[in-house]
T-cell receptor, first 113, second 114 residues
Framework: GNSVTQMEGPVTLSEEAFLTINCTYT??????LFWYVQYPGEGLQLLLKATKADDKGSNKGFEATYRKETTSFHLEKGSVQVSDSAVYFC????????????FGTGTQLKVEL | DTEVTQTPKHLVMGMTNKKSLKCEQHMGHRAMYWYKQKAKKPPELMFV???????INESVPSRFSPECPNSSLLNLHLHALQPEDSALYLC?????????????FGQGTRLTVV
């Protein structure tokens, strides 16, 4: 079956530090890949997505590149802010469509001054 | 309008109560979802409606009863819940059977069962 593996958190960084959150997936074919962010007390918001190999999704300074050869979709940001503190979920939608999204376990990010 | 609206935002109910959670979207998405999320965990899929028909039930106990009265509305009827059912309940929508479309989530209903 499909699965998504994320690095364990929490990840604690100082403001302006470089962020990487690792995400790898297991799925057949070419799934679509997503990063969602959840701020405290809120629902999930789409941060970025990529729908085919070598696509780069980007938004609000965050980037992730769909790497088919390593089945990865790592999230990066060059300079984090305190306001980026949240939980980040990697997710996939399978090749054949269908209505299920598979989520990773989530990585909590804490950014300190 | 790219919003999914959930009501109420917070709900406290006793184990003998009957209550309903409501979800509404006007993006024309014909797939709608209920998820349950416990603290520090990812969302767990409960139900999926596709074109107003129940297409996925992830073996959810019958004390949770979903309903999709039309293409914009999704309800979750609650009856005889247990304290362990306390969680954040999230509604989401997306175009059905689409590999590339993202899901749009509501803000959730924080449910406490006492």
């Amino acid at each position: 079956g499909n699965s998504v593996t994320q690095m364990e958190g929490p990840v604690t960084l100082s403001e302006e530090a470089f962020l990487t959150i690792n995400c790898t997936y297991t799925a057949t074919g070419y799934p679509s890949l997503f990063w969602y962010v959840q701020y405290p007390g809120e629902g999930l918001q789409l941060l970025l997505k990529a729908t085919k190999a070598d696509d780069k999704g980007s938004n609000k300074g965050f980037e992730a590149t769909y790497r088919k050869e390593t089945t990865s979709f790592h999230l990066e940001k060059g300079s984090v802010q305190v306001s980026d503190s949240a939980v980040y979920f990697c997710a996939l939608s399978p090749t054949g469509g269908g209505n299920k999204l598979t989520f990773g376990t989530g990585t909590q990010l804490k950014v300190e001054l | 309008d790219t919003e999914v609206t959930q009501t109420p935002k917070h709900l406290v109910m006793g184990m003998t109560n009957k209550k309903s959670l409501k979800c509404e979207q006007h993006m024309g998405h014909r797939a709608m979802y209920w998820y349950k999320q416990k603290a520090k965990k990812p969302p767990e899929l409960m139900f999926v409606y596709s074109y107003e028909k129940l297409s996925i039930n992830e073996s959810v106990p019958s004390r949770f009863s979903p309903e999709c009265p039309n293409s914009s509305l999704l309800n979750l009827h609650l009856h005889a819940l247990q304290p362990e059912d306390s969680a954040l309940y999230l509604c989401a929508s997306r175009p059905p059977e689409s590999r590339s479309a993202e899901a749009f989530f509501g803000q959730g209903t924080r449910l406490t069962v006492v």
